[in-house]
């Protein structure tokens, strides 16, 4: 129970991050941290005390395995986060290239 509260910990850790720093490059670290967090609660959730994989072979009967589920989840979250994260990371850099700073207060002249 205390590794589930341990998570919400962290995710709160990326969410301060987001919410609290004016630079960009933190924030993009703050939303890395929560995703790592969900990643984290994804595969506590399908974890099983002394549970196998579930690969079955004709010879072998597994009767404690693992939830595949939220381990496949986990894996496509990892994929779709890191780029996600490459394209944060673009936009960065174009904004430095464009005003010189990294500070989100210094930015006011963002037109949408």
Same mark, same amino acid.
């Given at each position: 129970m205390i590794t589930y509260f $341990? =998570?919400? +910990? $962290? #995710?709160? *850790?990326? $969410? #301060? =991050?987001v919410v609290r720093k004016r630079n960009i490059i933190k924030i993009i670290i703050g939303i890395g941290i929560m995703e790592y967090a969900i990643n984290l609660f994804f595969v506590l959730v399908g974890y099983r005390t002394h549970g196998r994989?579930? *690969? #079955?072979?004709?010879?072998?009967? +597994?009767t404690n395995m693992v939830d595949p589920l939220p381990q496949s989840v986990a894996l496509t979250a990892i994929v779709i986060s890191l780029s996600v994260t490459l394209m944060l990371v673009a936009v960065a850099i174009r904004i430095y290239e464009r005003y010189g700073t990294f500070d989100i207060t210094k930015i006011n002249r963002l037109k949408g």
């Open positions: $341990l =998570c919400l +910990v $962290l #995710f709160a *850790i990326g $969410l #301060f =991050c994989s579930p *690969i #079955f072979a004709r010879d072998q009967m +597994v």
